[in-house]
């Protein structure tokens, strides 16, 4: 683009007619739920732009994919996968949206998502909405896991729909989809990226996160997203803790003289033996690339057991707040009417159940409840005090790995940061395997250092072969 060899209409005519071949025929891969009807028009404006004064960053004229439950204020629909929110017409954008328009990205799109972020019922399958259908794996369609719930973006990013997608975590939805894709993904630390109009599961664990094929690519995201938002109070304890460029923290020898931790209880004594091959020969190539590997390291907590009731009690109050100020094309106002509007259209909303939203709407939604409270003040002691904070003290160590999404749970509860980078494909049925760095609160940059010294070393990102 630099070179003037190419455009943003180019890149935008590009990503369309792929997703036109694979998307929507072909394969079938049926990621994206709609396309912006201005990205066209945004790409022309973008390469005036470009051409009178030059680029505003990066990011100007890349096109981004956001995962359905980020408000965007324009022609696009807001539902996170629900039929209950299919006309749902966001009247802004949120704050990260606003973010990547000032810094010149295009909106390409909405990807198709698992349903309610993965909080419908127990036995929702991964990248399944009643919305969009079912999500399925470029690696193997119908036959891999897509990963949840951020399964769209991650299927676009790895089919190369897109340049770069935005996904959404609460425990594991930007990680899981990013391992199943053989991709990178970054779950932030909480409180880096503004939650402002993004379809909520519960506060204290959710965030977005950037999507992509390589780990610069999502470190130019990351810096982008980032942001002092004053109506999401979490981001203020993020004052002077980001940067608008985390690009300057990859090193391709970044991974000499780090200390890893490797926590295998509970964690890779669960692995098939492929994939524990996989994760074996990845520390094995951090060792011979400086890194100094602490294996094992035990986990206090491991063995407590961890339950989903903060989301189940948060999900209620944070839900209502977010729909209660929906404009009247909305079919739905609160949790309740998302029940009932499931129940009379339960043929095609209900084909899974509905078993967490009802279990949500049986608390009071004003998290005074007891059992709320003392779970919240377990969640946080487990996964920090007991948990990540004192295996990190106790063996000085610059960062924990996890095999793809194992270890999502903890540094979720914890609100601490992980990125995930592609550590190859399992000998028994070709499934991508992820290598996951966690750390504590913003060691964004240091995990950033210890994955892209990892990536560049082992380039096993692969994109998929698939059959037109």
Same mark, same amino acid.
């Given at each position: ?20 071949? $694979? ?12 396309? #912006? ?32 439950? !980020? ?46 972020? #993965? ?11 009643? /919305? ?10 119908? +036959? ?35 391992? +199943? ?13 503004? /939650?402002?109009? $993004?379809?909520? !599961? ?25 942001? !002092? ?50 994760? #074996? ?20 907590? $491991? ?8 989301? $189940?009690?948060? =999900? ?8 209660? +100020? ?13 029940? +009932? =509007?499931?129940?009379? #259209? ?31 003040? /377990? ?16 063996? /000085? ?39 996951? =760095? ?31």
């Amino acid at each position: 683009m630099a070179r003037g060899q190419l455009t943003a209409r180019d890149l935008v005519l590009h990503y369309l007619g792929r997703i036109a071949e $694979i998307d929507k025929s072909g394969p079938t891969l049926n990621s994206i739920l709609e396309v #912006n009807p201005d990205a066209l028009a945004t790409a022309d404006a973008l390469d005036a732009e470009r051409a009178l004064h030059g680029p505003r960053g990066p990011m100007h004229g890349i096109p981004v994919v956001l995962k359905d439950n !980020i408000n965007t204020g324009d022609k696009m629909h807001t539902s996170a996968g629900s039929l209950a929110l299919a006309d749902s017409r966001a009247a802004e954008d949120a704050f990260i949206v606003r973010q990547l328009r000032a810094a010149g990205a295009i909106i390409l799109g909405k990807s198709n998502m698992t349903e309610w972020a #993965n909080f419908m019922t127990e036995n929702m399958p991964n990248g399944f909405s009643s /919305r969009g259908g079912q999500v399925l794996n470029p690696y193997a369609p119908g +036959q891999l896991d897509t990963g949840g719930s951020s399964s769209g973006s991650g299927a676009a990013v790895a089919a190369n729909l897109t340049a770069v997608a935005i996904g959404t975590e609460t425990s594991g939805s930007i990680l899981s989809p990013s391992s +199943q894709h053989n991709i990178v993904g970054i779950k932030p630390t909480l409180g880096l990226i503004s /939650r402002t109009g $993004i379809i909520p !599961i519960a506060h204290s664990q959710d965030t977005a996160g950037p999507m992509a094929r390589t780990v610069r690519d999502a470190a130019i995201l990351l810096g982008v997203m980032a942001g !002092i938002d004053t109506t999401d109070p979490a981001t203020m304890a993020s004052v002077g803790r980001t940067t608008s460029d985390y690009t300057v923290f990859l090193d391709s020898e970044g991974l000499r003289g780090a200390r890893i931790g490797v926590p295998r209880e509970g964690f890779y004594t669960k692995l098939p033996e492929d994939k524990l091959a996989l994760m #074996n020969q990845a520390l094995e190539r951090m060792e011979a690339l400086g890194a100094e590997i602490v294996d094992p390291v035990v986990i206090p907590s $491991i063995s407590e057991p961890w339950s989903i009731d903060v989301l $189940i009690y948060e =999900f209620k109050s944070d839900l209502n707040a977010y729909l209660s +100020q929906l404009g009247p094309r909305a079919s739905v106002h609160s949790l309740a009417e998302v029940i +009932q =509007f499931n129940e009379a #259209n339960a043929e095609v909303c209900l084909k899974h159940g509905q078993t967490l939203l009802v279990a949500a709407e049986k608390t009071s939604g004003t998290l005074t409840d007891k059992e709320y409270i003392e779970a919240r003040a /377990r969640d946080l002691y487990f996964a920090t005090s007991a948990g990540i904070d004192f295996v990190m003290k106790e063996h /000085r160590l610059d960062a924990l790995v996890f095999p793809s999404n194992w270890g999502a749970s903890l540094p979720a509860k914890a609100g601490y940061p992980s990125i995930t980078v592609p550590g190859g494909f399992a000998a028994g049925n070709g499934e991508p395997v992820g290598v996951t =760095f966690s750390g504590l609160a913003y060691s964004e940059p240091t995990l950033l250092r210890l994955a892209y010294a990892f990536e560049q070393a082992t380039n096993h990102r692969r994109a998929p072969q698939l059959e037109l």
